[in-house]
């Protein structure tokens, strides 16, 4: 499977209301460093966020509003490279299984 490494957005620059509050919906820490990431056609993103200097959360969110899978790094790239690590693992299990999480996040906003 052909796999797009998926751009980081900060929750500043979302331009869709109902996106950033859905993003911000799942941050539990802090809005002014939520980025988040998706891939065309998967459901579920990624984000990260800062808690401390060193302390970097990153998760998947799946279209129902669950975090699927989430951990701590030390950094934001390593939050960020785990982050896409643990997408690409989601979005290879959903083309695997058929798996309705695939499709557009949009469609998911608006359910």
């Known amino acids: ?9 900060s929750y500043l620059d979302i331009p869709a209301n109902a996106e950033a509050s859905y993003a ?11 980025e988040v990431a998706c891939n065309p056609g ?6 990260i966020e800062r808690k401390q200097p060193h302390a970097w959360r990153w998760a998947i969110a799946s279209a ?10 030390t950094s934001d790239a390593n939050a960020k490279r785990c982050a896409v690590e643990a997408l690409q693992c ?9 798996d309705p999480h695939l499709g557009s996040r949009e469609s998911a906003l608006s359910a």
Do not use: H
């Open 90 to 98: 989601v979005t290879e299990m959903a083309s695997v299984q058929g």
């Open 1 to 9: 499977m052909c796999y797009l490494p998926p751009v980081w957005r």
């Open 42 to 47: 998967i459901r579920d993103f990624a984000l």
């Open 24 to 34: 911000s919906s799942l941050c539990s820490f802090s809005l002014s460093t939520l």
């Open 64 to 73: 129902a509003g669950l975090i699927t899978a989430e951990g701590w790094e």
